[in-house]
């Protein structure tokens, strides 16, 4: 069940931008909020979908009676979270220090975060 709640509240093809999410936002300061809080629901997201591919490599790796999806999954998740943080250290960089910077950073994560959770969830079935 919580597996469809995830899948039904954090579907990168349901949501918009983040930033258009938060436009009722009247000021910077809303919408860094507005954004922030969408980065920690996402980082929720994020740990449930791990552990749910976690457990179906456990799972994999018992049948095969071999031990290759879960450090597989791990070494994918390392090297994902690395890409996450480069990527938008880059876009917060183009914003050249400008008042956005913050807010493009954060709506990157969310915008990665959501595309993970979508691809743990298709590893966990």
Do not use: H
Not at 82 to 101: F, H, I
Request: charged content about 20%; aromatic content about 6%; some cysteine.
């Amino acid at each position: 069940m919580r597996y469809v709640l995830i899948t039904l509240l954090f579907s990168s093809a349901a949501l918009a931008d983040p930033t258009l999410e938060c436009s009722d936002a009247s000021s910077q300061v809303e919408i860094g909020v507005c954004v922030g809080q969408m980065e920690d629901r996402v980082n929720l997201a994020l740990d449930e979908s791990y552990g749910f591919a976690m457990q179906s490599a456990k799972e994999l790796d018992e049948i095969t009676e071999r031990v290759e999806a879960q450090p597989a999954l791990e070494a994918s998740q390392s090297a994902w979270a690395s890409y996450r943080d480069a990527q938008c250290e880059a876009v917060g960089a183009s914003y050249g220090g400008g008042s956005g910077t913050g807010i493009a950073i954060t709506a990157c994560r969310v915008d990665l975060g959501r595309a993970r959770v979508d691809e743990l969830l298709r590893f966990a079935n």
